[in-house]
């Protein structure tokens, strides 16, 4: 039972354009959607977060939108860098209890230059 | 502050062998999670706990086993190593209130 999904295995964007990397779940409990990189040989570090009671944060040339009625959410990048090609992960877990991550499989991020 | 440290990086390991991943963090870190990756794969959670002397199985828990006698320290177990369990290991920290977890750099295992 896959919690969370992210579809697309890779993505390849020219430098300076943006960037949407997609994300669905199935738990509507979920309070947190956070976005992890990952470079190779390293551990996944934090992106950016979202609350379940907010549709929009924005961090500088990240932006994440959740659509709570259609268990979705997405990651911007504008514009896109070279330094941005690593693997993105989509996460969510419920506040109660033990706060949970549940991953998604990862989007492949090629900034091409 | 080192954040949340693994140890070892990288480790071969024969079948039926025995070790212990290490995992330690000094960010006062209530919740600690062990996960693994496999190619192609987001990370799945092996164990985890909400404090000291709490440990509770995650969604792959078979084949390890772990304890916390400290805040501070997670080791992850494995007894009988299998090759089904090569994998890089990630160990992360969460405390609360922050929403995001903290990894460690991952200890990437073969079971040959």
């Known amino acids: 039972d896959q919690q969370v999904k992210q579809n697309s295995p890779s993505l390849s964007v020219q430098e300076g354009r943006i960037s949407i990397l997609n994300c669905d779940y199935t738990?509507?409990?979920?309070?947190?959607f956070l976005w992890y990189k990952k470079y190779p040989a390293e551990g996944p570090t934090f992106l950016i977060s979202?609350?379940?009671?907010?549709d929009k944060n924005e961090d500088g040339r990240f932006t994440v939108f959740l659509n709570k009625s259609a268990k979705h959410l997405s990651l911007h990048i504008v514009p896109s860098q070279p330094g941005d090609s690593a693997v993105y992960f989509c996460?969510?877990?419920?506040?109660?209890?033990?706060?949970?991550?549940?991953f998604g499989q990862g989007t492949r991020l090629t900034i091409n230059p | 502050n080192a954040g949340v440290t693994q140890t070892p990086k990288f480790r071969i390991l024969k079948i039926g062998q025995s070790m212990t991943l290490q995992c330690t963090q000094d960010m006062n870190h209530n919740y600690m999670y062990w996960y693994r990756q496999d190619p192609g794969m987001g990370l799945k959670l092996i164990y985890y706990?909400?404090?000291?002397?709490?440990?509770d199985k995650g969604e792959v828990p078979n084949g390890y086993n772990v304890s916390r006698s400290t805040t501070e320290d997670f080791p992850l177990r494995l007894e009988l190593a299998a090759p089904s369990q090569t994998s890089v290991y990630f160990c992360a920290g969460k405390g609360v209130p922050n929403t995001e977890a903290f990894f460690g750099q991952g200890t990437r295992l073969t079971v040959v």
């Open positions: 738990n509507s409990m979920f309070d947190y």
């Open positions: 979202i609350s379940s009671i907010k």
């Open positions: 706990s909400v404090g000291a002397g709490i440990t």
């Open positions: 996460a969510a877990f419920v506040l109660q209890g033990a706060q949970k991550l549940v």
